[in-house]
């Protein structure tokens, strides 16, 4: 079936760093969710993607999607401890309504 | 706007008992989802209804059964508990148009003991 991987699992770094969570998946995409959680709390839908070769910024945040539409990326610039969360993608493919989530990436920010 | 709401907050329960989990949405949507989260597993799906009236299956519906008792409210029942369903549940709902964000309930930390 349909999957969709995310990369890195977990990513710990220093406040100001940059960061960058990958996903790909196994068959082309009509769309790309992206979706943050903070520790304890529930996700919040962030952007979505829909062309092929799309970039989105949301302030610090860079969202892109593959020409291919398999792949998409979320790179954060000078992460601060604010970012600290588990970024998740979630694709759907042609008219399936139903996401196919990611494992989600960790990020830890030490200030 | 409440958004979505989820009751309850934590639950306890004992092998083989069963309890009903509350959603209910006032952003007049028509797709509500069940999820559950482990640690490790990301988001997995339980149920979906896409209209008032009809569900699905998801991912992972063992264990499960779901209610749409009108638009607003999707509940999700477990009739006899088992540990393996000790997670936390998130309730979300979604337009019908646009970019189908899913919106997503504070979650019920559930324990099965």
């Known amino acids: 079936g349909q999957q969709v991987m995310q990369i890195p699992q977990y990513q710990h770094v220093q406040e100001g760093e940059d960061f960058t969570t990958y996903c790909n998946s196994s068959t082309t995409l009509s769309n790309i969710q992206w979706y943050k959680q903070r520790p304890g709390g529930h996700p919040v839908f962030l952007i979505q993607l829909v062309k092929s070769g799309e970039v989105k910024k949301q302030k610090r945040l860079t969202f892109q999607f593959g020409e291919a539409k398999k792949n998409s990326s979320l790179h954060i610039t000078a992460t601060q401890t604010t970012d600290v969360g588990t970024y998740f993608c979630a694709g759907r493919g042609g008219n399936n309504r139903k996401l196919i989530w990611g494992l989600g990436t960790s990020l830890a920010v030490n200030p | 706007n409440a958004g979505v709401t989820q009751t309850p907050k934590f639950q306890v329960l004992k092998t083989g008992q069963s309890m009903t989990l509350q959603c209910a949405q006032d952003?007049?949507?028509?797709?509500m989802y069940w999820y559950r989260q482990d640690p490790g597993m990301g988001l997995r799906l339980i149920y979906y209804?896409?209209?008032?009236?009809?569900?699905d299956k998801g991912e992972v519906p063992n264990g499960y059964n779901v209610s749409r008792l009108n638009k607003r409210e999707f509940s999700l029942r477990l009739e006899s508990a088992a540990p393996s369903q000790t997670s936390v549940y998130f309730c979300a709902s979604s337009p019908s148009g646009g970019t189908y964000e899913q919106y997503f309930g504070p979650g019920t930390r559930l324990t099965v003991t």
């Open positions: 952003m007049n949507h028509n797709s």
């Open positions: 209804s896409a209209s008032e009236g009809t569900t």
